[in-house]
């Protein structure tokens, strides 16, 4: 069977109010070639049936068992990890949107640039109404200025990235540890300026509920920069 050019990874726990046009934007996309790993770490809404009424066969549904909280969101992005068979994965969180080019962009750049093994990108911040109100404008530094970057801030909106399928894990709950990694294993990552997703503020997301790198005001844990 073959294997698509590009997995895209959602996990979600109780986002049945936005994860219906967060699966919309992915089945838009104008690259077809892929597959939709979504999964749903324990809900008790209605997000298994929002999920569930998308016929799509590129969706892969995953139930992984009852919710076991905040810290154990890593194991549930490498779960997630272990089901993509894509060359690429594109991460897209259960409350954020995808321009429609998104992947299209990303795959066109990592096929391009060789040596790159991460990019990111711009975005529009929304609010609960899908309103913009504002933008974050990521500039393309050369790759090895990130590991300086990171020392003080997170540069990557952890919506817009996609990397390359060679065995890379989430080490803890932060996407922030993620990219530290990619650092430390002197994998070469980078932002693009391209608008990639439009990245929601969500005050009952997980990460909000937990007090942990709040989305309120973005935070400055994704300052402009």
């Given at each position: 069977?073959?294997?698509?050019?590009?997995?895209?990874?959602?996990?979600?726990?109780?986002?049945?109010?936005?994860?219906?046009?967060?699966?919309?934007?992915?089945?838009?996309?104008?690259?077809?070639?892929?597959?939709?790993?979504?999964?749903?770490?324990?809900?008790?809404?209605?997000?298994?049936?929002?999920?569930?009424?998308?016929?799509?066969?590129?969706?892969?549904?995953?139930?992984?068992?009852?919710?076991?909280?905040?810290?154990?969101?890593?194991?549930?992005?490498?779960?997630?990890?272990?089901?993509?068979?894509?060359?690429?994965?594109?991460?897209?969180?259960?409350?954020?949107?995808?321009?429609?080019?998104?992947?299209?962009?990303?795959?066109?750049?990592?096929?391009?640039?060789?040596?790159?093994?991460?990019?990111?990108?711009?975005?529009?911040?929304?609010?609960?109404?899908?309103?913009?109100?504002?933008?974050?404008?990521?500039?393309?530094?050369?790759?090895?200025?990130?590991?300086?970057?990171?020392?003080?801030?997170?540069?990557?909106?952890?919506?817009?990235?996609?990397?390359?399928?060679?065995?890379?894990?989430?080490?803890?709950?932060?996407?922030?540890?993620?990219?530290?990694?990619?650092?430390?294993?002197?994998?070469?990552?980078?932002?693009?300026?391209?608008?990639?997703?439009?990245?929601r503020i969500n005050p009952h997301g997980i990460v909000s509920k937990e007090g942990e790198v709040s989305k309120s005001k973005y935070s400055s844990f994704y300052k402009k920069s």
């Amino acid at each position: 069977m073959k294997k698509p050019k590009i997995s895209v990874l959602t996990t979600v726990y109780n986002e049945d109010v936005f994860i219906k046009e967060t699966i919309k934007s992915v089945l838009a996309q104008t690259f077809k070639d892929f597959e939709y790993v979504i999964i749903d770490d324990g809900s008790t809404d209605n997000t298994k049936k929002v999920i569930k009424s998308f016929k799509d066969k590129r969706i892969k549904y995953y139930y992984a068992g009852k919710n076991k909280g905040f810290k154990n969101l890593a194991n549930t992005a490498n779960f997630g990890l272990s089901k993509c068979n894509g060359k690429y994965i594109a991460r897209i969180d259960a409350d954020d949107i995808c321009f429609p080019k998104r992947l299209e962009i990303q795959y066109n750049y990592l096929e391009k640039n060789k040596s790159i093994f991460m990019i990111g990108g711009s975005c529009d911040i929304i609010d609960q109404k899908g309103r913009v109100i504002d933008e974050i404008i990521k500039k393309s530094y050369p790759s090895i200025l990130y590991r300086y970057h990171l020392l003080n801030s997170n540069p990557f909106i952890h919506s817009s990235v996609m990397f390359r399928n060679k065995g890379v894990l989430y080490p803890s709950w932060a996407d922030f540890y993620f990219y530290i990694r990619m650092v430390v294993e002197k994998r070469k990552i980078k932002n693009i300026p391209q608008k990639l997703v439009q990245y929601r503020i969500n005050p009952h997301g997980i990460v909000s509920k937990e007090g942990e790198v709040s989305k309120s005001k973005y935070s400055s844990f994704y300052k402009k920069s």
